[in-house]
């Protein structure tokens, strides 16, 4: 799992292995961040965790390392849970199939940064947060699941944000479960689900 700061979906994913008995398992944690929170998380979990520093480095060498350093891991999904880097090509295409990113907003509308506060301004409906495959085109990989929610009149920045975030810890570790009982697989950049019926495989919806 790869991430950048407080690891609040990292937690979700640890959480949800150890209460559903899943198959998967965390392996190991590497942020670029060394003061990120999730690195704490981690370790009180007893998972490994590494620091792969991206600031006073080269956009080029930043990704060798932790092309390297993943790479010796050889995992069986790479999992961005917050990971505010940007992957190189060269990384992406080392790992074909296997990298998944949450993003905080239904995509494919708000790619990249101030998703919540897009939303508003644009006085959106509904909101919510997507799981996609990750491919060299930012946000836009083949979407697996979204949680949706409707935004209230009386909702405000900091109330949506909350129910992403709410939204997010329930929809990362059921795809992840899924992708590791094979559900869900992701062959040649196309998400399959058992069901080819279904577009986008889980559609988590707040009550
Ligand atoms: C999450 O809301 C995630 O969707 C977002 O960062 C937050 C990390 O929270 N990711 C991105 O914006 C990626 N472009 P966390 O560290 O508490 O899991």
């Not at 190991?28 to 520093?53: H, M, Y």
């Not at 930043?62 to 880097?85: E, R, Y």
């Amino acid at each position: 799992i790869l991430i950048s700061g407080n690891g609040t979906n990292l937690q979700a994913i640890i959480d949800h292995q150890k209460t559903h008995q899943s198959l998967y398992e965390v392996d190991a944690v590497i942020s670029n961040n060394p003061d990120a929170f999730g690195l704490t998380r981690a370790k009180q979990e007893n998972i490994k965790t590494f620091v792969t520093p991206s600031k006073n480095i080269t956009k080029d060498l930043f990704s060798t390392q932790l092309c390297q350093l993943v790479s010796a891991l050889n995992p069986d999904l790479i999992v961005l849970a917050g990971f505010m880097k940007i992957l190189s090509p060269a990384f992406i295409k080392s790992f074909p199939d296997k990298i998944i990113n949450i993003h905080p907003s239904l995509l494919p509308k708000y790619k990249g940064l101030r998703t919540h506060e897009r939303v508003m301004e644009n006085n959106e409906k509904i909101h919510g947060a997507t799981v996609h495959h990750v491919t060299e085109e930012l946000d836009a990989g083949e979407i697996i699941g979204q949680f949706i929610f409707k935004i209230e009149n009386n909702d405000n920045l900091d109330m949506i944000i909350k129910k992403v975030h709410q939204g997010e810890r329930l929809l990362f570790p059921k795809i992840i479960e899924m992708l590791s009982n094979q559900s869900i697989k992701i062959e040649d950049g196309k998400v399959i689900s058992q069901s080819n019926e279904i577009k986008v495989p889980i559609n988590l919806l707040a009550p």
